[in-house]
T-cell receptor
Framework: DTEVTQTPKHLVMGMTNKKSLKCEQH?????MYWYKQKAKKPPELMFV???????INESVPSRFSPECPNSSLLNLHLHALQPEDSALYLC??????????????FGQGTRLTVV | AQSVTQLDSHVSVSEGTPVLLRCNYS??????LFWYVQHPNKGLQLLLK??????LVKGINGFEAEFKKSETSFHLTKPSAHMSDAAEYFC??????????FGTGTSLTVIP
């Protein structure tokens, strides 16, 4: 199984709502990622978890809150978002190998629209 | 530090003609390099990877890439373009700290 599963595929939320994005992988990967992608742009790194611990936070606003409950799951909790947060949110995972990681496997993404 | 430069933001080819998407990298050490493809509103799919084994790497769907250390390049090629190849392509280099560095992407159009 080389799949990263993201739910939901589409999400529309108001600026006062609270919602969560979910990501799951069963490849035994110990690094998991959240990326944000705007149209016609490359993915922008938001967070990296390594062995279930947050290792990188790319100065993301606190209205985005990541959580890694176990080695297979990654969540992104959303609260009080702004319309400019509308984007495709991608989850990815990779093995942790020294000195450089192997390839990342990406989910199909969640298309988020903030109204 | 690691970085990637994709030299063309847009490439247009006729169906059945060769494809060349150019990528140059900068890395403090021997890099791991990847090419990903993204169709509209989809996730990224790995086409191929270089991880210090053979310099000519074959991937899926007839794509291949050659790692040239002297030129710091990792260009993606395909002998004959198909309509289904129309997509966005990203060149990516792996860095320390579990990070991946993306190029700005090349949009490939295939003309029937």
């Amino acid at each position: 199984d080389t799949e990263v599963t993201q739910t939901p595929k589409h999400l529309v939320m108001g600026m006062t709502n609270k919602k969560s994005l979910k990501c799951e992988q069963h490849m035994g990967h110990r690094a998991m990622y959240w990326y944000k992608q705007k149209a016609k742009k490359p993915p922008e790194l938001m967070f990296v978890y390594s062995y279930e611990k947050l290792s990188i936070n790319e100065s993301v606003p606190s209205r985005f809150s990541p959580e890694c409950p176990n080695s297979s799951l990654l969540n992104l909790h959303l609260h009080a978002l702004q319309p400019e947060d509308s984007a495709l949110y991608l989850c990815a995972s990779s093995q942790v190998t020294a000195p450089l990681n192997t390839e990342a496997f990406f989910g199909q993404g969640t298309r988020l629209t903030v109204v | 530090a690691q970085s990637v430069t994709q030299l063309d933001s847009h490439v247009s080819v006729s169906e059945g003609t060769p494809v060349l998407l150019r990528c140059n990298y900068s890395s403090s050490y021997s890099p791991s390099l990847f090419w990903y493809v993204q169709h509209p509103n989809k996730g990224l799919q790995l086409l191929l990877k270089y991880t210090s084994a053979a310099t000519l790497v074959k991937g899926i769907n007839g794509f291949e890439a050659e790692f040239k250390k002297s030129e710091t390049s990792f260009h993606l090629t395909k002998p004959s373009a198909h309509m289904s190849d129309a997509a966005e392509y990203f060149c990516v280099v792996s860095g320390a700290g579990n990070q991946f560095y993306f190029g700005t992407g090349t949009s490939l159009t295939v003309i029937p």
